[in-house]
């Protein structure tokens, strides 16, 4: 019986992918299809089932080069990789479910069928908060950092009572005051810089895990603000161009100073 072997357009298909994506994989040596006569392209089951490595440890946050080393790697373990990255899936799964079902009760009393507490709205307002900053940020989060920073950063979320919250908003709030009044004197290394810098330490920590904070990742975190585009847009929107950078000059000297 003659082996099933596919186009790049059928193995696109199949595997929900682009061809474009599959050449590029190719292009950084994770997959090796073979060739016909005429040049084109032929990927096997073996192929296939690369493919799919190749798929699974991209969701998992990796590099393809750190997914190329892991499978050239005898000793990387597959099997502990997914496991790992299926328990991330599942809390994934029940944060969302959990907003779902805040959903449903939030349409619910719209329509006038039923009355949400204000404990309800509250954890719809965590739970939506939690959803957004994985949409917007959870990707670059967890390929940089480890699901365990951002995972913390869900789980500290999820612990907030209402006054944390509230007390939470309300820093981020005074943080872009403090952070123009800071930028106005002009100097990265003031006194009014050193307070902003101080406000923004608590900010952090009030958002991200137990133990996780420390000077050297909150200095790599102000590098990454001014690395994407994102950031850059928050900061400088609210407290005036330039504004990013003057935050990053101002964390990264503080940072310093306290490591």
């Given amino acids: 019986m003659e082996a099933v072997t596919y186009t790049v357009g059928q193995l696109a298909k199949l595997a929900g992918v682009t061809v474009r994506a599959l050449h590029h994989y190719e292009d950084a040596g994770l997959l090796k299809p073979a060739r ?22 991209r969701s998992c946050g990796l590099t393809l080069g750190e997914i ?10 597959f099997h502990s990789a997914l496991t790992d990255h ?15 079902g805040t959903v449903e009760k939030t349409i619910a009393s719209l329509e006038g069928r039923t009355t949400m507490t204000d404990a309800e709205r509250f954890e ?12 917007r940020y959870g990707a670059e989060v967890r390929e ?4 365990d920073a951002m995972d913390g950063a869900n789980e500290r979320l999820v612990s907030m009572d209402e006054a944390e919250w509230h007390d939470a908003e309300a820093l981020g709030a005074a943080i872009l005051e403090q952070l123009r009044a800071a930028m106005a004197t002009g100097k990265a290394e003031g006194p009014e810089a ?3 810098c101080a406000m923004h330490a608590r900010w952090l920590q009030m958002h ?9 990742a909150h200095s790599a975190l102000a590098e990454g603000y001014v690395a994407d585009p994102r950031f850059t847009a928050y900061y400088d929107d609210a407290a005036g161009e330039g504004a990013t950078a003057f935050l990053r000059d101002a964390l990264v000297a503080w940072c310093a100073e306290q490591a």
């Fill in 144 to 147: 940089a950092y480890g699901d």
């Fill in 124 to 135: 719809g307002m965590k739970q939506r908060a939690i959803a957004e900053n994985e949409e």
């Fill in 68 to 77: 190329g080393a892991a499978l050239a790697d005898e000793a990387f373990d």
């Fill in 36 to 57: 016909t006569a005429s040049g084109y392209r032929r990927y096997n089951s073996a192929d296939v089932a690369r493919l799919q490595q190749v798929l699974l440890l």
């Fill in 86 to 100: 299926l328990a991330t899936l599942r809390a994934r799964q029940r944060e969302l479910e959990t907003l779902v």
């Fill in 194 to 196: 050193q307070r902003l």
């Fill in 208 to 216: 991200w895990g137990p133990g996780t904070y420390s000077p050297a």
